[in-house]
């Protein structure tokens, strides 16, 4: 690394700016779309689980310039291992000066560290994630000894593409959901989500987190209800902020999800042709979302029957956390 670059610890609020205008200068080069605002940061660290930063984080300056920063925290895989992520971010024109291995290299001795005080018979595992746009990153992932553990995909949709023929279940109904609903869709969600890979199961902060995010907007869900159960949802929204900085209208169809008892009836169709039907009328001229091209459902096949179309990937990287 370079003799220029010095470490040091997380300092509070303080650096809530020049976390966002690292990871800022990261996604105008990659595109990626990760906190948008000081606010967002702030809100993030608000409700964090199993990280303290004081002590789970370091950033990198060169010539006294914030160059990046990594962050490391851990969640249980259900039904599986524990998982011990660690993120980083290093501005574009520091890179290749090393200050990404040091970055990781501290990040696994800090997950060590933190592993230390787990059980011994837990089996343990490094995770964490890059997308197809930064090849760098996976050339030092590999390097590290990390491998490719699955892979996401993002897709969009043009508005106006033909929808097809998508009834719903005559005994079922789409209707909104109020706040007294939120638990019960929370519960939902976890529930139908067990059966994706790689899910944790999600802590109380982190139910509060998903309530105080700006992008928690339950006036653009649909969700099917079964009498006072439900059944499945779709739960939208509209980043503001994101579209007016690419210059486009896009609406996000994310977190389709259907309960075990009712699959195979149509649901995710209907739920995604209305949420569709929602944004065009709303001027939308797109709608995202992100799939696991692994899918047991084979859900990346379905949204490509409903006219949507790849773009990035987002890969995510393993490693054995082996005892040295």
């Not at 610890?9 to 779309?33: H, K, S, T």
């Not at 592993?115 to 090849?135: M, Y």
């Not at 939902?188 to 982190?206: K, T, V």
């Amino acid at each position: 690394m370079s003799d220029r670059a010095v470490v040091r610890r997380f300092r509070g609020e303080v650096d809530y700016p020049v976390m966002f205008d690292i990871m800022q200068a990261c996604n105008e080069v990659a595109g990626l779309e990760y906190n948008e605002s000081v606010e967002d940061v702030a809100r993030v660290f608000s409700h964090l689980t199993h990280c303290n930063p004081f002590t789970d984080m370091r950033f990198v300056e060169v010539d006294g310039e914030a160059a990046g920063y990594s962050r490391v925290f851990w969640k249980d895989e259900f039904n599986g291992a524990r998982l011990y992520l660690g993120m980083g971010f290093v501005v574009p024109k520091w890179r290749r000066l090393g200050l990404g291995s040091r970055l990781l290299a501290w990040n696994e001795a800090r997950l060590r560290e933190i592993a230390a005080g787990h059980p011994s018979e837990l089996e343990k595992v490094f995770q964490t994630w890059t997308t197809d746009s930064i090849p760098g990153a996976m050339r030092l992932f590999e390097r590290y000894g990390y491998h490719i553990a699955r892979t996401m995909v993002e897709m969009i949709r043009p508005i106006g593409a033909p929808l097809p023929l998508s009834p719903l279940p005559a005994s079922l109904e789409i209707r909104p959901a109020t706040p007294e609903h939120y638990c019960a869709v929370w519960d939902a969600w976890e529930e139908a989500y067990r059966d994706h890979w790689g899910y944790a199961p999600r802590s109380e902060n982190e139910f509060k987190a998903w309530q105080a995010s700006r992008l928690f907007q339950p006036e653009l869900w649909k969700i099917v209800w079964d009498g006072d159960q439900v059944a499945g949802m779709v739960l939208n929204y509209i980043d503001h902020r994101r579209n007016e900085k690419i210059g486009i209208e896009r609406g996000y169809t994310q977190n389709i999800f259907v309960r075990r008892p009712w699959r195979r009836r149509g649901l995710a169709r209907a739920l995604l042709s209305e949420s569709i039907r929602m944004f065009a009328l709303m001027g939308m001229s797109e709608t995202y979302l992100g799939v696991d091209t692994e899918s047991l459902t084979g859900a990346d096949h379905f949204y490509e029957s409903m006219g949507y179309r790849n773009t990035m990937k987002r890969l995510i990287y393993r490693k054995p956390m082996v005892s040295d």
